[in-house]
């Protein structure tokens, strides 16, 4: 995991006490080693040893709320398209933002996004399998 996260130790890092300090030559090459680093790693640890001058920031970043997704626990219901309902709202959405659509035309978009997209019954859906994994009211 060393390897992939900082490159050859005592070229690009050393190890002093069980804690990474990097050297100059990993923030010249650094950037070869990023492609690996979908495998996985520790997130904070990583960005505190690469990026250790804006510790403030990162420490500041990282203590902000987020906001919980549980998308990825939902499938599609059987009926809804999620590729047309996505699109369809994008594109709508889009409308709205640039004036091309009026703002009072919204219940009407939510409508035909509940019906003939179907997002009401994935939204029933969802709601009936995250419910099911502890999640919810």
Known sequence: MLL?????EGSHFNL?????VPTELLSKEGAY???????????????????AQQAEYIEFANSQPRIQTLNGFVDNPDGYNAADANRYAEEELVKFIYGKRPLDEYDQFLNTLETSMNYKLYLDSAVEQLSALGYGK
């Open 4 to 8: 992939v996260q900082y490159g050859v």
């Open 16 to 20: 002093e006490d069980g804690k990474v």
């Open 33 to 51: 080693f990023w492609l690996y680093q979908f495998t996985g790693r520790p997130e904070m640890e990583y960005l505190m040893v690469k990026f």
